[in-house]
Every structure is written in C-alpha cells, then in structure tokens.
C-alpha cells in the first residue's frame, strides 16, 4: 500500500478518536455545580447555631474548685451540751443563738453551783485596801528591839467601820489576860524582825496566844487575823473572800496553821494595820507589838480613834519589851485608854519557853 493511501486512514481514525472524547466529555459533566444564594445563607445559619451552642456548653463547664465549696471528708464537729451531743460539719454555721444562751447558761448553773456559800456579811474588799496602803508612802524611821529600820508608812482614806453586836452572839476571848467581850474579834499581830529578838520568843509566844484565844470561840463568834510589819497582810482561805471568817472548827483549824506559819521579817508600821483592823467594823481589837518606836502621833491616835468611835469598837494594846517595867510613857497606853481598852506590859525575858 502507498503512503497516500495510508493517510487518509489515519486521519479518518483520528477524527473517530476526537469524537469519542467529545461524546464523553459530553456525557459526564465536569464543570462545577453554581451553588444559589439561599443554600449559602443556611449553610451559615447552621455554622453560627453550632458554634454558638458550643461556647455555651464551654462557658458553663467547672473549671477547678474556685467555684465550689472545698468540704473536710469524714470530719465532723461534736458540740457537747447538757441534754444532747450534736454533730456539725465544720463547714456549718455555729451554733444558734439559742443554742449558745443554752449553752452559756449551763455555764453559768454550773459556775454558781460550785461558788462558795454567801457569808453572813458582806465580803470586805482586803484586796483594795491593800492597794490604798500602797498608794500613799511616807518615809519613817523606827526602833524594834532588833533595831533601827527605814520603813515605809502606810494610809487609808477615810472610812467609817460598820460593825453590829447581837447579844446572843457575844463571848469573851483572852489575849495575855487582857478580856474582851463582843462577837467580831480582830487580832492585829507584829510580825516585824524586832519579834525574832531573845531567840524568837517574842514571836513564839505571840502565835501560841493567839491560838488559844482562838481556840475559845464558837461559831456564833467571827474574826480576822492581820499580821503586819511594814504593810498588813490579813488572813485569807482559798475560795473565799476576804472577809470576818466564822468561828466555826474548820476556820479556826486552817487559821492556826495560818498562824504557825508566820515568820517574823522587815521594818514596822502601825497605822495602815490598825485601820484595816477598823474597817471591818469589829467589836474588839486585841493590838500587839514589840516595837515601841516609831510611835503613833497625837494626830494618828486622835484620827483612829474618831474611827473606832464610828463603830463602837474596843482596842486593847498588849507591849513586849525588853525592860522589867513598863515604860512610863508609850502611844500603845495611850491608844488603849482613848479606845475603853486594856493595856498590859509583858518583859519578854520572862516569857516561858514554847513548847517543841
């Protein structure tokens, strides 16, 4: 076959070739569908719904515990009271105000229950006195037996004793034979150093008589102790306030111990205890003391006397000394015979010896 026949053949096969194609391509649309406006506007709609729901739902999630209430587990409060035992969370409230008031006034039954019984008198203030002792000091200088002191003087302000005498309550005590009658006895006892001279007989002696007296009181009787030197110190019971005590068994026992306990120290000063003394209003006090220097001036002997007529009291002055006989002149006859009292001189030499 020649070349001009081959040819013709070819290009009839190609044009059958490109035909093909064209009926393909014809068939099977390639070109991309237009999408309209309205599919595109939903298809939006839903995108926003769906991310809008989902930043809702991240929104409300917890995220750690700052939003929630940490709770203790398996701890629980017990709030003990009279009638229950009740258990709380500790993350609840306290107690309801009516639980607290239960609560603080089985406090208060309780408190009340265990206080001391009342006293037939009204409970002195000791303590405060004490406080006005201390409050005014003037220098004194003063001679005991054991020797000249610098002291610190001593003053209350005044004050007007208060004390009553029942007939059927009154007694008679004895201190070194001097007698007192009255049913409110207040023994006001030098404790200074000057007492320990001649071996503490002095001392001894005092503690031994003053027991005795107290000895024969009853409990229809009451008294006080104050020991002093440069400032007073009254005798005082745990538990009770400072007060006349009752010349029951039980005080009188705790009240001899209380007196053989003291020892004798320091420098002297008389006033502030003889105005302690009157300012519970006594029947009686049995004043002691060795040191007849420094003495009580007229003025202080005059102001306490003017004091012990307010509340009709006794003094009755006891002087221990180092001389055969009585001086012939001391504040202590003075303060007795101004205050219808006893005055009684003892050589301390002749005092008997104690007993072991």
Do not use: C, W
């Not at 008198?121 to 220098?139: F, H």
């Amino acid at each position: 076959m020649s070349e001009s026949q081959k040819q013709p053949k070819s290009r009839t096969t190609l044009g059958v070739g490109n035909r093909s194609v064209n009926s393909l391509e014809s068939a099977i649309d390639l070109t991309p569908p237009t999408r309209t406006a309205p599919a595109l506007l939903l298809s939006m709609l839903v995108h926003v719904v769906a991310l809008v729901a989902l930043g809702l739902l991240v929104a409300r999630a917890p995220s750690g515990t700052g939003q929630v209430a940490d709770r203790p587990i398996g701890i629980a409060l017990a709030h003990v009271m009279p009638d229950r035992t009740r258990y709380t969370d500790p993350a609840q409230s306290p107690l309801e105000p009516t639980e607290q008031k239960s609560s603080e006034e089985a406090t208060a039954a309780a408190a009340s229950s265990a206080a001391a019984p009342p006293s037939i008198a009204p409970p002195i203030d000791l303590d405060g006195i004490l406080e006005s002792v201390q409050a005014t000091p003037s220098p004194i200088s003063g001679t005991g037996m054991a020797g000249e002191a610098n002291l610190d003087g001593d003053a209350f302000g005044s004050a007007s004793a208060s004390g009553t005498t029942s007939d059927s309550s009154d007694a008679t005590t004895m201190v070194f034979g001097v007698s007192g009658s009255g049913s409110r006895f207040v023994y006001v006892f030098d404790r200074s150093d000057s007492m320990n001279g001649y071996g503490g007989r002095p001392l001894r002696a005092a503690k031994r008589e003053l027991i005795r007296s107290l000895e024969s009181l009853t409990d229809r009787q009451q008294f006080q102790l104050i020991f002093y030197n440069d400032k007073p110190t009254p005798f005082r019971m745990s538990g009770i306030p400072l007060q006349m005590m009752a010349g029951e068994d039980n005080n009188k026992i705790a009240a001899s111990r209380y007196v053989g306990s003291i020892m004798a120290y320091g420098a002297t000063e008389h006033e502030s205890a003889l105005k302690m003394a009157l300012r519970l209003g006594p029947d009686v006090i049995f004043f002691l003391t060795d040191a007849r220097i420094p003495r009580l001036s007229s003025t202080q002997l005059r102001e306490i006397q003017r004091r012990a007529g307010q509340g009709g009291t006794t003094i009755h002055a006891i002087e221990f000394g180092s001389d055969p006989a009585a001086p012939s002149e001391s504040f202590l006859r003075d303060l007795a015979a101004m205050n219808q009292g006893q005055y009684r001189y003892l050589d301390v030499s002749t005092l008997g010896q104690p007993k072991p």
